[in-house]
């Protein structure tokens, strides 16, 4: 990790993993959000852990090439890259921070191959309740990575370590059956999608991966 100079993060949120990272080892991050609300709680945080000279974070697009982003060694999308609208331009962008061989990490939801046909109105569910654009099989997210000069180092499945079988996620799961019968669009469509991912992770139909990358061109 000491070799590690700068990072990205690709979807930062609030900057809970940046900050975590920059009091652990020595290094500088960026992270951008869509959010404004997102990136002014993120300044915030860094600055009560006195972390405003190695760490920033910025609002726009992740994919937005206009959008200036020191060089890094490596950038990371947590759970943020299923919400891509655009994933070529996504690898794209990571091609274009990232140093040559640098380091690539996604971690997010990945779909069985090949899809079973009663998985389907589950994940799509899924996808309309949390607004997922970008839902890949591994040997299509490879593909893609690959096509924008990015080289397959490992992947490991997540999925065993999740906790799928809280009391909470259960009443979750009811709620959502009772709520069934509203339009997808409703203020609680994120419920019934994520009912519909506890379902698809525990039957396997999606997987929750890390995939580790290298740019290679």
């Avoid at 060089?71 to 690898?91: C, G, N, Q, R, T």
């Amino acid at each position: 990790m000491a070799e590690i100079t700068h990072i990205i993060d690709l979807g930062c949120g609030i900057g809970a993993s940046l900050c975590y990272l920059a009091n652990k080892f020595p290094i500088y991050g960026t992270g951008i959000t869509l959010s404004p609300v997102q990136q002014r709680i993120a300044s915030s945080r860094i600055q009560a852990f006195g972390l405003q000279q190695r760490v920033r974070c910025v609002a726009g697009d992740y994919s937005d090439p206009s959008i200036s982003l020191p060089k890094a060694d490596l950038a990371y999308a947590i759970e943020s890259f299923v919400h891509s609208p655009d994933p070529a331009a996504f690898f794209m962008q990571c091609k274009r921070v990232l140093r040559p061989d640098g380091l690539l990490l996604i971690c997010d939801d990945v779909l069985q191959t090949p899809p079973e046909p009663r998985s389907i109105p589950f994940v799509n569910r899924y996808k309309q309740g949390w607004k997922v654009h970008t839902l890949f099989e591994r040997h299509q997210l490879k593909q893609i990575a690959f096509d924008a000069g990015f080289e397959h180092c490992s992947t490991t499945d997540l999925t065993p370590h999740l906790e799928l079988t809280r009391p909470r996620d259960h009443g979750l799961s009811i709620l959502s059956a009772l709520l069934s019968w509203l339009p997808m669009d409703f203020c609680l469509g994120h419920l019934r999608g994520g009912s519909a991912l506890t379902k698809c992770l525990k039957q396997r139909w999606i997987r929750y991966e890390t995939t580790l990358f290298k740019r290679i061109k």
